[in-house]
């Protein structure tokens, strides 16, 4: 009988589970047969209804304790890749729960397929062609020093040169790559450019479109990951380069989130963003970022009374504070470029 083989390989490593929130860790994920229940084994779940997501997709948890998660897959799962987020469930009065600045959230990977049974060995092939030439071996060591030689006479030093006139200003230069400007229609305050990238026309910001490409990550690890972004990564066509991209500011933040969160697209209507009219929830639609998650992202400020800590914010009530924040934290890392 061939059966289903769902194989995880973190991507987020453990953190040091000392302190009153342990690290969420996922130690293995299978699903039944017919593709229906998606059973997760780890530790420190916690004690409240954890979020499972895949991919793009939040899972409905069927039951959950702190070593097990029973959620359901959405009919019609086809067998491949796929990423799959938990994070602790919120506990009343208590906003640590959800985000992975305490080791509340883990990232694997997924292999979803089919696996029959081994086959019998086959025959030995024939011996295949000689191979290209190998690399060139490294140099030997030096050999002895040779006796010197006879000095000759020097000759006669020439008399020196008139300086020559400045030469003419060439012309600027061409064929530097450039990124591709933001884009803008007469409609909305989202314009999904078609290269990959999102432009808000209120703050000038131009977004990367997949808000979940690059993985979470410390303050330092995220900017550097944000500052590496180019064309050809995360669905670029833009023509950016290594260097163009950086994360928001903690006052771009405020000035994104702020009309959503007059819209209360806060808790249940979270993520704290408005469509692309700017006049819903992001939640409510239609939209044309993906991967958005109702969790704590970076901002690139760092904290000016604290240094060892920076500003956040979060997509779930829409706050943007720095209380309690390391830069050791981990939170998720959505890159911008541009701005007015």
């Not at 991919?55 to 067998?79: E, K």
Request: overall charge negative; aromatic content about 4%; charged content about 15%.
């Amino acid at each position: 009988m061939i059966g289903l083989l769902l194989a995880a390989v973190p991507v987020v490593a453990e953190e040091n589970e000392e302190g009153p929130r342990r690290q969420l860790v996922i130690l293995s994920a299978s699903a039944d047969p017919h593709l229906a229940v998606l059973t997760i084994d780890g530790k420190n779940f916690g004690r409240e209804t954890p979020v499972v997501i895949l991919d793009a997709v939040q899972l409905l948890v069927m039951s959950a304790t702190p070593t097990q998660i029973l959620a359901s897959l959405p009919p019609g799962l086809l067998p491949g890749s796929y990423r799959l987020t938990v994070a602790r469930g919120r506990r009343g009065g208590d906003d640590r729960d959800d985000h992975p600045s305490t080791g509340g959230v883990d990232v694997f990977d997924l292999t979803l397929g089919a696996v029959g049974p081994v086959g019998p060995k086959g025959d030995k092939g024939d011996m295949g062609n000689v191979g290209p030439q190998g690399l060139e071996g490294p140099a030997g060591p030096q050999g002895p020093q040779g006796k010197t030689g006879q000095q000759g006479s020097v000759g006669p030093q020439g008399p020196q040169g008139p300086q020559g006139p400045q030469g003419v200003q060439g012309p600027p230069g061409t064929g530097a790559a450039q990124a591709a400007p933001p884009c803008f229609d007469n409609l909305n305050r989202y314009v999904d450019c078609g290269n990959g990238t999102v432009t808000d026309t209120v703050t000038g910001l131009i977004w990367l479109k997949n808000a979940n490409c690059l993985s979470p990550n410390n303050y330092s690890a995220a900017n550097q990951a944000a500052a590496g972004l180019a064309a050809g990564q995360c669905g670029l066509t833009d023509g950016s380069s290594a260097g163009d991209w950086r994360l928001p500011t903690k006052a771009e933040w405020a000035a994104t989130v702020a009309r959503a969160s007059a819209l209360l697209c806060t808790g249940g209507s979270a993520p704290s963003l408005t469509n692309d009219a700017g006049r819903g929830c992001l939640s409510a639609g239609p939209t044309s970022f993906t991967g958005v998650q109702s969790h704590e992202y970076w901002s690139s400020s760092a904290n000016e009374v604290t240094p060892g800590g920076a500003w956040r914010v979060s997509l779930f009530d829409g706050s943007v504070a720095s209380d309690r924040v390391r830069k050791s934290d981990i939170f998720f890392v959505w890159p911008v470029r541009g701005g007015q």
